[in-house]
């Protein structure tokens, strides 16, 4: 029995593979696992979700980030996006941006809508990955636990946008994401997110058909609904993630509930955002580039 | 503030002579009033219900002088017993088919808060007053926050006909709280009940080998163990508590995750197919409204104000589940010691046959 050297070092890896496997199966048949009071399970974030998206999120989009050290490396803080794509990729694609290209390797709790958590499966999905609604005590509650949250303040008028409308920002909504770190005195992270708008061109809304089933609105892109489920599968555009200086919000602490106040702040981070992304495009000549 | 509620710390912590407990002839009624009459300071417990306590809580019931009154009848009769705190747990989560169903369920947790509120209002002897409830006040709808405080107003109103009754009974409760402001009223609301035994309409449901689940939901539960929940209530009898408290273990377990634990196995079942089975007269399978609700929508609430004002923290949601866990598990089909054999089995095989490999080699 001779076996060369290199092989039981080879064993022990594979060995090692199989067991880490079989005992994540096992945790997860008997249920020996641990999940937050919002329900996300961060074992099968880090283990199934974040792996899968990884793929796209290198492979597909070749995604690169800029200044990811503006990002707090502990504490609460809010971070706030642009919003497109017609469907909320680019929230997905920001929550692997914040997981490995950050040393700290935090978890981005995304906020959604109530149509998300309408949906059957999708709703499951979103608490499992860290998701919750956007509702202000949630909000509070999550930042008051020291957690990153990400939020789209454009919300659906941002996704559903026309692609001759691209990289220009809609309106904020009522600010409440600006009441809510005002609240709790969390910072502000200005994000601004390039590539999302080319993977699904937006031509049209076909609104009877989004009424019918529910839905916001009923995407017609160069692909959908003409090509069927090959219509989903997404442009590869070259993508660019930055974030902004973080903007404290401590001086603003007692005007949580001062509407002109929240205003001028939610227009404060708008303007950034929007010149964020003005100058990142010059970055990226060709949407499909490498 | 009335004199009564600006007592000394001393008065405020005054055990009441006279305790009248209602629901004393089921397991958690029989429970607190023995609880309560073992304070050397309480000098009478009067327990109340419609029906005669089965015999198995007897040895509970030996010092409780016993009557036997039926709440929708009207609670006159409690007036002159010079009570100086109440605690109503006479209060149905799920219809009994054998009494009456839901008609009776409703009766009873209704127009019994009501006649028994109404009776209170002319007890001048009353200083406290704890009224069971349930996180079910929350309501369900999709827009609501992932936690509830007690601050939280419901959205939409439940489905299911216990979640209703709440509702009414919280806000009968607050008109007397109105009318009566030197009552200190506590109000409890507590997650569902758990522990050793499944004698509730949902531990029942979870202890089946086959759990029917909503398909595509995976709800967040919290309970509260019974243990626990007796001493919530011993203190609120014995203390003054002014205020809505929510009562539950810290944490959370999904449904999914409570089945997986327990070894039994999940039975997705598509949320209408799961709606009607519920609403037929009697329940297929012991499912209700109530249940369905609870199995979209989950619930989960926050505890702090609980902790800060009892200074007790009841054992978590997981902890308190284990305790059923260990109980239920002749029923298990799935136990962690055979997922753990298996993958023990798989493993040496795996080696087995490497092992003949390099051997060959």
């Known amino acids: 029995m001779t076996r060369p050297e290199i092989a039981p070092e080879i064993d022990d890896e594979f060995d090692e593979r199989v067991a880490a496997g079989l005992a994540f199966l096992r945790r997860r048949l008997s249920g020996q696992y641990e999940i937050d009071e919002f329900g996300f399970d961060p074992e099968l974030t880090d283990q199934v979700f974040q792996p899968l998206l990884r793929q796209l999120y290198h492979r597909w989009f070749r995604t690169e980030v800029i200044d990811v050290k503006n990002l707090p490396a502990e504490g609460g803080a809010l971070v706030v996006g642009n919003h497109s794509g017609t469907i909320a990729l680019d929230a997905l694609m920001l929550s692997v941006a914040c997981h490995d290209e950050h040393p700290a390797h935090r978890h981005l709790r995304l906020l959604g809508a109530d149509f998300v958590f309408r949906m059957p499966f999708v709703s499951e999905l979103a608490r499992k990955s860290g998701a919750t609604l956007a509702c202000n005590p949630d909000v509070e509650r999550l930042l008051l636990q020291e957690e990153l949250v990400g939020v789209f303040p454009e919300g659906f008028k941002g996704v559903g946008k026309r692609f001759a409308d691209r990289y220009q920002l809609q309106r904020f909504g009522r600010g409440g994401f600006v009441s809510a770190a005002l609240r709790t005195g969390r910072p502000i992270v200005p994000v601004a997110i390039v590539g999302a708008e080319e993977i699904y061109p937006l031509l049209g809304n076909i609104k009877p058909l989004a009424r019918l089933i529910g839905a916001p609105y009923f995407p017609v892109t160069p692909t959908f609904p003409w090509l069927g489920p090959l219509g989903l599968v997404p442009l590869p555009s070259k993508w660019l993630i930055r974030f902004g200086e973080p903007i404290d919000t401590e001086p603003y602490a007692d005007a949580a509930d001062d509407p002109a106040v929240v205003f001028n702040l939610a227009d404060q981070v708008r303007e950034t955002i929007q010149t964020m992304l003005r100058e990142t495009l010059e970055l990226r000549p060709d949407p499909f580039g490498e | ?361």
Do not use: W
């Open chain 2, 1 to 361: 503030m009335t004199a009564a509620a600006a007592g000394s710390a001393g008065d405020r912590a005054r055990a009441p002579r006279v305790v009248i407990v209602t629901g004393v002839s089921r397991f958690l009624g029989a429970t607190v009033a023995a609880r309560i009459a073992a304070d050397p300071r309480v000098q009478r417990v009067i327990g109340v219900d419609r029906t005669d306590p089965p015999a198995e809580l007897a040895p509970l019931l030996s010092g409780i002088t016993l009557r036997k009154v039926d709440l929708t009848e009207g609670a006159a009769s409690l007036i002159g017993t010079g009570a100086e705190a109440l605690v109503h747990l006479a209060i149905m989560s799920s219809p009994d088919p054998a009494a009456g169903g839901r008609a009776a369920m409703k009766d009873q947790n209704v127009i019994g808060t009501l006649q028994l509120l109404a009776a209170c209002q002319q007890m001048p002897s009353l200083r406290r007053l704890v009224v069971r409830s349930s996180t079910a006040a929350y309501g369900v709808s999709f827009r609501d926050p992932a936690v509830f405080t007690e601050d939280t107003e419901p959205r939409d109103v439940p489905r299911g006909g216990y979640g209703r009754d709440i509702l009414d009974i919280e806000s009968y409760v607050r008109g007397f709280r109105r009318r009566r402001p030197g009552v200190v009223t506590t109000v409890l609301r507590f997650a569902p009940f758990i522990g050793p035994q499944a004698d509730t309409a949902l531990l029942k449901f979870l202890a089946r080998p086959m759990v029917p689940t909503v398909l595509g939901r995976d709800p967040r539960l919290q309970f509260i163990h019974v243990d626990d929940a007796l001493e919530i209530l011993r203190r609120s009898v014995l203390e003054d508590h002014q205020g809505t408290f929510n009562v539950a273990g810290r944490g959370t377990l999904t449904l999914s995750q409570a089945v997986r634990r327990s070894g039994r196995l999940e039975l997705p079942v598509p949320e209408p197919a799961m709606h009607a089975a519920a609403s037929f007269r009697r329940g297929v399978a012991g499912l209700s409204l109530d249940q369905v609700d609870l199995f979209v929508h989950g619930r989960v609430v926050d505890t702090a104000r609980l902790v800060r004002q009892y200074g007790f923290t009841p054992r978590s949601t997981a902890a308190a589940f284990d305790d059923f866990v260990r109980a239920q598990e002749p029923g298990a089909v799935i136990t962690p010691a055979r997922v753990a054999a298996a993958e023990q089995r798989l493993l040496d095989m795996i080696r087995t046959v490497r092992e003949r490999r390099g051997a060959a080699r």
